[in-house]
C-alpha cells in the first residue's frame, strides 16, 4: 500500500525532475490554477454570506397602535419565541418577506422626516434576534442623527434586565443604547386585556430605556398606560 502511495507521488512529480521544462511549467501551473480556484470558491462563500440581510414583513408609514402619536413602524422577519395566538405569525420564518437593503432604509427615513410623524418603531417578528441585530443598528443610528428629537420604541419577546442585558453581547447593548422605550415580555394569551395601551397582555413592561442603562434595573416608562373603557381617549394615560 505504502508503496503505490509514493509510486503515485513520485510519476506525479516526476515531469520536475526529468529536465523536461515544458512539462514542468505544465505541472506547476495545473498545481497554482487548482490552488486558486479552491481560493477564490472560498471567497465567493464568504462574499455570500457578508452580503446576506435580514428580512422585513412590512412598513407602516401612519402607524397609531404602536407607541404615541403617528408613526412609522418596521416589522422584522424572524421570531423563535412563537407565542400563543401571535397576531403575525408568518413572520416567524426569517425568509418571509423582503430583503433590508439600503434602499428600504432611505424608505423609512424618508417616511419619517414629517412634522406629524413622533418617531419609529420597531417590531416583529423579534427585532433582538441576532440575524436581525445588524440591519437594525444600522437603521436606528442614522434615524438618531437625523432625527435626534422623535423616539424609538421597540417591542421584543426577551426580558429587558434578566436576558438583553444580561446577555452582555455587544451588539444587544449597542441596539439598546439607540433605543428610547422598549415593550418586553412574550405575549401571553391568558394574560390579555384590551384596555391596555401599546401591549398585548399584562406581563409586558413599557420600560424607559435610557433610564434603565444608566441605573442598571428597569425603570417603568411615566405613565398609567392603561385605557378607562368608554372614556373616548386613545391616548389616555
Not at 405569525?89 to 432604509?105: C, H, I, L, Q, S
Not at 398585548?200 to 405613565?223: A, C, D, M, W, Y
Request: glycine share 8%; net charge negative.
Amino acid at each position: 500500500m505504502y508503496q503505490r502511495k509514493c509510486s503515485g507521488v513520485k510519476s506525479f512529480f516526476t515531469p520536475l525532475f526529468t529536465g523536461n521544462i515544458n512539462k514542468m511549467i505544465f505541472v506547476i501551473a495545473k498545481i497554482l490554477h487548482n490552488f486558486e480556484f479552491r481560493i477564490s470558491n472560498f471567497e465567493l462563500k464568504i462574499s455570500h454570506v457578508e452580503e446576506q440581510t435580514m428580512n422585513y414583513a412590512t412598513i407602516k408609514k401612519f402607524d397609531i397602535a404602536n407607541g404615541p402619536g403617528v408613526r412609522v413602524s418596521l416589522f422584522v422577519s424572524g421570531c423563535r419565541h412563537h407565542c400563543k395566538n401571535c397576531f403575525n405569525k408568518e413572520a416567524w420564518d426569517f425568509n418571509y418577506g423582503k430583503p433590508f437593503t439600503e434602499e428600504v432604509v432611505k424608505e423609512i427615513l424618508d417616511a419619517c422626516d414629517h412634522g406629524h410623524i413622533e418617531g419609529l418603531s420597531l417590531l416583529g417578528g423579534e427585532p433582538f434576534e441576532k440575524e436581525n441585530r445588524g440591519g437594525l443598528i444600522s437603521l436606528v443610528k442614522q434615524f438618531k442623527e437625523r432625527f435626534p428629537d422623535k423616539t424609538i420604541w421597540c417591542y421584543t419577546g426577551f426580558l429587558l434586565d434578566d436576558e438583553l442585558m444580561a446577555s452582555g453581547e455587544a451588539d444587544v447593548m449597542e441596539l439598546l443604547s439607540y433605543i428610547d422605550v422598549i415593550v418586553d415580555g412574550r405575549f401571553v394569551e391568558e394574560l390579555k386585556n384590551l384596555a391596555l395601551m401599546f401591549r398585548g397582555s399584562s406581563n409586558q413592561r413599557i420600560i424607559n430605556v435610557p433610564e434603565t442603562l444608566k441605573s442598571g434595573k428597569v425603570v417603568l416608562l411615566e405613565g398609567k398606560w392603561e385605557r378607562t373603557m368608554g372614556s373616548g381617549d386613545i391616548y389616555e394615560q
